[in-house]
């Protein structure tokens, strides 16, 4: 909204503001890539962090695996997905990633 305020002036620049379906598709394809690398860098710890936190890192592995296939979802279902997808996977990503790093934490608290 705030980028909106000069673009009477410059119509070029007007950006998302005046045309909300171009802002919302392109926000999902920014989702889309956010939860591609989030997935492979929550993979990525998962398997090189097994040894020390065993039994939670399988958490922190199936949070990136559906990281992944929320990616996924969007991506196949574009355009269509771009009126949905931003808060309902979002939040979906938020619960995942939370319940991992709640089991994480657990594991740690616990003694060897």
Do not use: K
Not at 2 to 16: E, I
Not at 29 to 47: D, K
Not at 66 to 83: C, F, Q, S
């Amino acid at each position: 909204m705030v980028a909106d305020l000069g673009a009477h002036r410059h119509p070029r620049w007007a950006g998302a503001a005046r045309v909300p379906v171009v802002g919302a598709l392109s926000l999902t394809l920014v989702l889309i890539a956010f939860f591609i690398i989030e997935g492979v860098a929550s993979i990525m710890y998962a398997v090189d962090h097994r040894r020390q936190l065993t039994g939670s890192w399988v958490w922190m592995l199936l949070s990136g695996i559906i990281d992944i296939i929320l990616a996924g979802i969007i991506l196949l279902g574009l355009p269509e997905t771009a009126v949905w997808a931003l808060g309902l996977l979002v939040g979906i990503n938020m619960l995942f990633g939370g319940a991992a790093l709640i089991a994480m934490a657990f594991a740690a608290r616990q003694p060897a």
